[in-house]
């Protein structure tokens, strides 16, 4: 189990192979969500890892573990986030701000109210491998909610969204950090 969404069946996809001076193990690395055992809507393909020998472990990742990943935590609803009325005042939003950008807000509320965002994807999201980096693309829909005195909401309006970023991994002062850019 990866988390309370999610697992990973890792078993061995074949009999490990052992050479003089390394040991090549081929693990399945197929993601899928926690207690739902299903098969993947995605096909493995075969890969090979170059071959060095400088270092002491080698570990490769494929485009069919990061599928699975993300079809596993799609279909468990990870990708649903709600920024609610704390997260938005931080940063000051509330129905003011979008009725100067989107006049037909203005006639829901005349009074600024904060606001909610929910935020979804409508399809699975898309990972691909980059050299350096990996690509994320994303399609979903933002719908932005009025809450009101009574703390009932009235839904404002809804975005499309469709994103393509790209994250980069390094290794800094002995720390794994990576790098988010919204590419479009």
Known sequence: QIDDLAEVDY???????????????DLKGIVFPAGNYTDSPYMAASFTI???SDSMLYLAFSKYFF?????????AGAFNMTIAEETCSYFNINTEIFSSIIPEVAKYSVTPYPVMLKLMPTEIPIISLQQNSFMVEIQGSVEVLAILPDSTTKSLFTLNIAANTSISLNIFNQKFMGSLCLNR
């Open 11 to 25: 078993s061995l996809s074949g009999l490990p192979a052992v050479f003089q001076p390394f040991l090549d193990l």
């Open 50 to 52: 170059p071959d060095q």
């Open 67 to 75: 599928q699975t990943s993300s079809f596993a935590y799609y279909t």
